[in-house]
């Protein structure tokens, strides 16, 4: 069965700090997908990242980062000089196509990143 | 039109009202889905619908009943529900291709007293 795990429950730093959020998964599949999302206070959950597992390409957009490594069944995120808008709750998800077009999503149990000012 | 939206934000109800959720998408997206979140936990699949037809019902309890009446529209009715039902509930939608990602609505708030 596939799993996400994501080890750290709640992260708390000062406001430009670098962080790093963990992310673990498993799956028997060879071919997957693995994302990212944001979920701020608001409730709407937030697209980050599509990471498909024959691109082991790391990524930056702006002040965030992935890393994803194959090897070690991870893919982490990192986010450069944090502000305090960045505060949410982020999920990492696997994701198996099981029907036509249609895909479930398996989320880790979120990481609450709180940035003080 | 980039955005899947929810009605209404907020519900409340009591045991043995009926009421509906509704979530629509105009992008174009064949694949729509209703998950489940409470409080500090990450979302749960409940029911997809692919090209008009459910495709996963992950054991949901018939309280709940799903209906895609065409591609745009996902309607989740509700029926003799539960205190514990009460939840923050998230419809999603996402191209025909199968890999993307997925699209989030802002969700309803659902309280059952």
């Known amino acids: 069965a596939q799993k996400v795990t994501q080890a750290q429950t709640e992260i708390s730093v000062v406001e430009k700090e670098d962080v790093t959020l963990d992310c673990v998964y498993e799956?028997?599949?060879?071919?997957?997908?693995l994302f990212w999302y944001k979920q701020p206070p608001s409730g709407e959950l937030v697209f980050l990242i599509r990471?498909?597992?024959?691109?082991?390409q790391n990524e930056i957009s702006g002040r965030y980062s992935w890393n994803f490594q194959k090897s070690t069944s991870s893919f982490n995120f990192t986010i450069t000089a944090s502000q305090v808008v960045d505060s949410a709750v982020y999920f990492c998800a696997l994701s198996e196509e099981v029907r036509r077009g249609a895909q479930k999503l398996v989320f880790g149990q979120g990481t609450r990143l709180t940035i003080n000012p | 039109d980039t955005e899947v939206t929810q009605t209404p934000k907020h519900l409340v109800m009591g045991m043995t009202n009926k009421k509906s959720l509704k979530c629509e998408q105009h992008?174009?997206?064949?694949?729509m889905y209703w998950y489940k979140q409470k409080a500090k936990k990450p979302p749960e699949l409940m029911f997809v619908y692919s090209y008009e037809k459910l495709s996963i019902n992950e054991s949901v309890p018939s309280r709940f009943s799903p209906e895609c009446p065409n591609s745009s529209l996902l309607n989740l009715h509700l029926h003799a529900l539960q205190p514990e039902d009460s939840a923050l509930y998230l419809c999603?939608?996402?191209?025909?291709?199968?890999?993307?990602?997925?699209?989030f609505g802002p969700g309803t708030r659902l309280t059952v007293l």
């Open positions: 999603a939608s996402s191209p025909p291709r199968g890999a993307d990602e997925q699209f």
């Open positions: 990471r498909n597992s024959f691109d082991e």
């Open positions: 799956t028997r599949d060879t071919t997957y997908y």
């Open positions: 992008m174009g997206h064949r694949a």
